[in-house]
């Protein structure tokens, strides 16, 4: 990032070292105009995420504002799945290029990751009131230009770039996707046709540029079209949580192969074959049973190549509405069984789960989330807690405990859930105690229980004092 | 190229010692080092011509592919009918074996029997052979292990780097070395919960596997089994040995007994567990589906097991706590004596037999994978439902069930309709389908907890019996012999 606004910097130089009879032939026209009209709504969204171990990092994405009141919106993909939302700290918006180099304050909105999309609200009442970008939906074609933007850093007041690239290829299944031939610029900026349309979001995308059987990812920019995201972005999200996209609880899911719906007389039919049903999920209750082939879904066929089949019915779930009930069609038994399902919102993700922090201990522990047990087989009401932070210089990582590591009871008091254990080890830490035993289960595949004995220097850790775990020098580790 | 650096470092390292020995002042010193190296010179005269060289050659499959995989090690005679006590990653396994003996002569050699868990196995030798040949053959006697301590002299003998015939010289480091990583041997198999190492710093580099490790009153105390570079060498106790020996030679083979639980040990957690005097051992974890399950609790305190007081104070002290258990005749009720809660208890359970992960390879050629019967061991390490189906161990890239993306780990239960509980099943079902020439075959795996369902798509030759497998397959085997040792070694 930096060594591009470096080389960006050198060429603005150069470029202004030339004579003015330099020839400025219709693109660098173009690439002005366009630049002219959108860098009003071009903003800097900057926020601290701060470590489990306390250390704070800074984040700066350019964004734009795409509504009343100066919302903002920029790229979901900073915003990651495995950190609480309360560890993303003073949310703050800058505008590019200004002199005075203020920022306003903002509060962080949330995120709808189906549509890649996240959004601030500026909360700062001194900020100015900036215009917001119309998005279009376009249909792009082979080689159309696209322009794009970036930035450059604090020390130049973050000045937008304008760059410009062609549409490479049309990718139109299960959606409308336009990859790019070159750079498009910061992933959550607006893309811009020469004709002055906003047209998308520059994202980055990873496609499977191999055969099924031998995947090979291949990363590419893209132009995000407005279609995916206009909606959440005419009802952005609101309390900071992650949208809740409508959830059916199959998982494991397979293409049905030319072979396989060809054994099974199915024709041209195609569909997903369903590897697992997670217990009590919307798909348990309407009776999809394992091995079933689901063929459709709201009337819809699922179609597609064998490497689109999945993706498709996917997207059929998650562009519905939490709540709606939809038809099915299942193919079992050499018949097609017409079935009902009601839509459920996503069940917890890792980030929203309740964490606990014991900054002595360096322990830091969440509540289990659906994941979590289907990654270890368990069932989906296992009990306790799971270790998700040790310090490397507390008593917790002492004892030998580790990530992952589920801690089933506390000084042998059974923990059910996260609210459970922060009141036990509250309790217990109460007492000074001279250890506190933990009983974990520790493992994927072959899970092994065992007792690990946290021993407390409450001696050292008061006259340490402070904030450093275990009363050790908070000196880097070697 | 590699041996040759070895050789230059070796000679060099022979001239400095030779220098920096060679007396330079009194007399009486120089007599202690004479007597010194004759001592160990009579140590070598005992067990030197009973060491061999061991080449084994076996056929393995890497990713549903048969190789034959050439290997050599080393081995020590221990009786007059030939038998050479070795490891099971230099001989186990292995179809073709030769000796290559001190004389210089090499005689061939059969598998008698092998044992993972103690990565030890016994060959012997063909005495027709050697009468044939008209010479003698010598064996070396065992020692006692128990007896060993730290700072015995020791030399290690046998074929570091296949130079066969190599002597190396150094002391007992620790007499009870554990060492927590997990062994394994290769496709999992364990090795090495039920003995704790002898470490020594004599020079043991690969290729000295199963050779023996000497005291100087000339006995075997222990199988040179792993090196770590640095000077740090460890040997299988000659101890433990001398028992999987006995078992091999009367029956084949070794069996041992589990009760299906993990121990952990006492140190630290008494006052925890309210243990006022630091007996027993803590009773950790227990295997799902074994006889320790619904009977025994994590937590519980193992203090007698089938009369024999429990010491677990020390890991070290569980190696031999599982080594007395698994020493259990397989399916015998034995009384435990624990403490649960503070409450003496008495538990009743019948042992059950401990298998390793591996059983015997099956390739479905046509299909386009390999598989194996579900053990014990296997379910329990890779959370399987139960032991039926046949366990994928490998899948060949370009054929049916690679093109499906079966993969190694997945377990077939169901084939064409039938239900599929072992490798014989499926095997039924597959001679079938190819017989009838089938062109799709509808097959049902586990991966994990998820069920996937698949069509092969089988292609037939149009001359059926004229392309047999084994003539044209042998060929390239041979070709590709340098490849499969980078494979093994990448293993």
């Known amino acids: 990032m930096k060594r591009l606004g470096i080389a960006a910097v050198l060429a603005l130089v150069a470029a202004a070292g030339w004579p003015t009879a330099a020839v400025a032939d219709a693109t660098a026209e173009t690439l002005r105009t366009v630049l002219d009209k959108v860098q ?70 949330g995120k709808d990751d189906v549509a890649q999309v996240a959004f601030v609200r500026v909360t700062d009442p001194s900020a100015p009131k900036l215009p917001p970008l119309e998005f279009e939906a376009a249909e792009l074609q082979i080689g159309d230009p696209v322009v794009g933007f970036g930035n450059l850093g604090e020390p130049d007041a973050y000045k937008v770039m304008v760059q410009d690239t062609r549409v490479q290829v049309v990718i139109d299944k299960p959606f409308r996707l336009y990859p790019v031939d070159g750079d498009l610029g910061v992933p959550g900026t607006p893309v811009v046709t020469f004709d002055g349309k906003v047209v998308g979001l520059a994202t980055i995308y990873v496609f499977n540029r191999g055969t099924n059987a031998q995947p090979q990812a291949g990363r590419t920019q893209i132009v995000w079209p407005t279609e995916r995201f206009l909606e959440r972005m005419k009802n952005p999200p609101e309390g900071g949580q992650q949208v809740k996209r409508p959830w059916m609880g199959v998982a494991g899911l397979e293409a049905v192969s030319e072979d396989l719906a060809e054994y099974h007389g199915l024709g041209e039919r195609r569909g997903v074959v369903v590897g697992r049903i997670i217990a009590g999920s919307p798909s348990d209750k309407a009776g999809i049973k394992v091995e079933d082939l ?31 009930t939809v038809d099915v069609e299942v193919f079992r038994d050499g018949k097609v069984v017409p079935l009902k399902v009601t839509l459920e919102p996503q069940p917890k993700s ?47 990582d002492a004892a030998g405990l580790s990530d992952g590591d589920i801690i ?24 000074k105690p001279k250890e506190i035993v933990l009983f974990v289960l520790r493992g994927l595949k072959d899970k092994q229980t065992q007792l690990l004995r946290m021993e407390p220097r409450w001696d050292a850790a008061e006259s340490g004092g402070g904030t450093s775990p275990g009363g050790a020098p908070s000196e880097p580790q070697p | 190229m590699r041996t040759s650096h070895v050789w230059a470092v070796a000679c060099a390292a022979l001239a400095a010692w030779s220098a920096g020995c060679r007396p330079a002042s009194q007399g009486d010193e120089r007599l202690a080092y004479v007597e010194v190296e004759n001592v160990i010179k009579r140590a070598r005269d005992m067990v030197y011509p009973a060491v061999v060289r061991v080449e084994a050659r076996k056929t393995e499959y890497f990713r549903g592919q048969k190789e034959r995989v050439g290997g050599f090690g080393s081995g020590v005679l221990f009786d007059s009918q030939g038998h050479v006590l070795t490891n099971y990653h230099v001989a186990g396994r292995a179809e073709e074996l030769s000796c290559t003996l001190f004389n210089k002569e090499r005689v061939k050699a059969t598998l008698v029997g092998a ?33 060993v301590v730290e700072g015995d002299t020791v030399v290690a003998i046998g074929s570091p780097f296949g130079l066969s015939r190599s002597i190396s010289f150094g002391i007992i480091s620790c007499h009870d070395r554990i060492l927590s990583e997990a062994m394994d041997l290769g496709g999992g198999l364990e090795t090495g919960l039920f003995s704790t190492w002898l470490q020594t710093d004599a020079a043991i580099n690969p290729g000295n596997s199963g050779g023996p490790l ?31 020996v006995a078992q091999i030679l009367d029956t084949g083979k070794v069996l041992r007994s589990t009760i299906g639980v993990q121990f952990q040990a006492l140190q630290d957690l008494e006052s925890f567990l309210d243990v006022s005097k630091t007996e027993g051992a803590i009773i950790a974890s227990i295997e799902p589906d074994s006889p320790a399950e619904n009977v025994l609790q994590p937590q519980d305190i193992l203090l007698e097991y089938d009369g024999h007081r429990v010491a677990g104070r020390y890991p070290e002290e569980l190696f031999e706590l599982r ?104 095997q039924k079902v597959y001679d079938e389908a190819v017989k009838e020439k089938k062109p799709r075959i509808l097959i049902k795996v586990w991966r994990g907890p998820t069920i996937k369902v698949e069509v092969l798509r089988i292609e037939y030759d149009a001359e059926p019996e004229a392309a047999k497998e084994p003539a044209g397959a042998e060929s390239p085997k041979d070709d590709k012999d340098g490849d499969t040792k980078q494979e093994s070694q990448r293993q």
């Open chain 1, 350 to 396: 890792e980030a929203e789960a309740v964490r606990y922090r014991n900054k002595q201990f360096g322990l830091g522990v969440r509540e289990l989330v659906l994941d979590d047990t289907l990654v270890r087989e368990l069932p989906n009401d296992e009990k306790g807690v799971i270790v998700h932070f040790i310090d490397s210089s507390g008593w917790a």
């Open chain 2, 115 to 147: 044992d993972p868990w103690t990565d030890l196995a016994v060959i012997k030798l063909n005495m027709d052979e050697v009468r044939e040949k008209g010479f003698q053959i010598t064996w070396a006697p065992f020692g006692d292990s128990d007896t």
């Open chain 2, 323 to 426: 080594r007395h258990i698994a020493g259990t005749p397989v399916g015998r009720e034995v009384t435990l004596k624990i403490r649960r809660g503070g409450e003496p208890m008495d538990i009743r359970l019948t042992t059950a037999e401990l298998t390793t992960v591996r059983s015997d390879e099956v390739n479905f050629e046509k299909w386009g994978f390999v598989g194996q019967n579900i053990t014990k061991r296997l379910a329990t390490r890779e959370n399987l439902k139960n032991t039926r189906g046949v366990y994928v161990t490998g899948v060949r890239p370009g054929e049916p069930a690679h093109k499906v993306r079966l993969s190694q780990g997945d377990v077939v239960f169901q084939c064409e309709q039938a239900e599929i509980d072992s490798v014989e099943q499926l």
């Open chain 1, 294 to 324: 689901i063929l459709s879904i709201g009337g819809k066929d699922i179609k597609g190549t064998e490497g689109q089949l999945v993706t498709a019915f996917q997207n059929e779930i998650r562009e519905r509405k939490v709540g709606e």
């Open chain 1, 40 to 109: 009003p709504s071009l903003v800097i969204v900057s926020f601290y995420i701060e470590a489990d171990d306390g250390r704070k990092a800074e984040a700066r994405f350019l964004g734009s504002v795409v509504g009343e009141n100066n919302l903002v919106m920029f790229t979901s993909l900073v915003i990651r799945d495995n950190v609480a939302i309360s560890q993303y700290k003073d949310f703050r918006v800058i505008v590019p290029g200004a002199v005075d180099g203020k920022s306003y304050t903002a509060e962080y909105l």
């Open chain 1, 408 to 431: 089933k009871k506390v000084q042998d008091r059974e923990i059910a859930g996260i609210e459970d254990f922060e009141r036990i080890f509250k309790e217990e830490v109460e007492k």
């Open chain 2, 214 to 244: 000497v005291n100087l009153r000339g006995e075997v105390i222990g199988i040179n089994t792993r090196g770590g570079g640095n000077d740090l060498g460890f040997a299988v106790p000659i101890n433990v040995a001398k028992n999987v």
